[in-house]
């Protein structure tokens, strides 16, 4: 399987556990994004890559987040002293490279339930 | 500040019929649109995209999509609906000038047999 890929695909944790998620990208991809998505609700934009470069940040991302791509392949998202509002689908997506007219690909998720 | 609105929370189609699911958009330079598709507990799959040319954009499984300016709309539509259509639809828009995808809420569609 060449697309994006997410591990966990669940994750249970009690509230004020650190959690930390990985994403590989499709191989040749420069770009890495991190969303966040509700029930009922579209993807949330938190996060992305350019490489290793961390290149923006929502105001979504709290300080108890962090998301590095430490060698602009895979990237890992750590969630510190979770929150149950932090339960949602922890999606990743990839691209090509610069552009707006770059399609992004998406994983399948992980999903946070926080107890 | 770009946005999208899918006004529809859910539509319901009978099998064989024509199906419009409907999106507006806000951006303040040129759109980059989006539609995306999600199965239960899947991530979303891309189905078409408008960057620039033919208003018409055609897509995966027969998906196309008409990008009106005017109307600031990017409705997604099929001739002939399956009910393996069904699913959690969602439009997005980029700012030329931005990096980040916007997503409206979703529409579900449901193909009645």
């Known amino acids: 399987d060449t697309g994006v890929s997410q591990d966990p695909r669940h994750k249970i944790t009690k509230r004020g556990q650190n959690v930390t998620f990985r994403c590989d990208p499709i191989?040749?991809?420069?770009?890495l994004y991190w969303y966040r998505q509700t029930l009922g609700q579209g993807p949330e934009f938190l996060t992305y890559?350019?490489?290793?470069?961390?290149?923006?940040k929502s105001r979504l991302l709290s300080d108890r987040f962090s998301a590095e791509r430490p060698k602009g392949s895979f990237s890992t998202l750590e969630i510190q002293r979770t929150e149950q509002g932090d339960s949602a689908m922890y999606l990743c997506?990839?691209?090509?490279?610069?552009?707006?007219?770059?399609?992004?690909?998406f994983g399948p998720g992980t999903r946070l339930t926080v107890l | 500040a770009q946005s999208v609105a899918q006004p529809e929370d859910q539509v319901n189609v009978a099998e064989g019929n024509p199906l419009t699911v409907k999106c507006t958009y806000s951006?303040?330079?040129?759109?980059?649109l989006f539609w995306y598709v999600q199965y239960p507990n899947r991530g979303l799959q891309f189905l078409l995209k408008?960057?620039?040319?033919?208003?018409l954009v055609k897509g995966s499984y027969g998906f196309e999509a008409e990008f009106n300016k005017s109307q600031t709309s990017f409705h997604l539509k099929k001739p002939s609906a399956l009910v393996s259509d069904s699913a959690l639809y969602f439009c997005?828009?980029?700012?030329?000038?931005?990096?980040?995808?916007?997503f409206g809420k979703g529409t579900r569609l449901h193909i009645l047999p």
């Open positions: 997506a990839s691209s090509l490279g610069p552009g707006g007219m770059d399609t992004q690909y």
């Open positions: 408008y960057i620039t040319g033919d208003n």
């Open positions: 191989s040749e991809h420069n770009r």
């Open positions: 890559f350019q490489n290793e470069a961390q290149l923006e």
């Open positions: 997005a828009v980029r700012d030329g000038r931005d990096d980040k995808i916007i």
């Open positions: 951006v303040s330079g040129n759109p980059y």
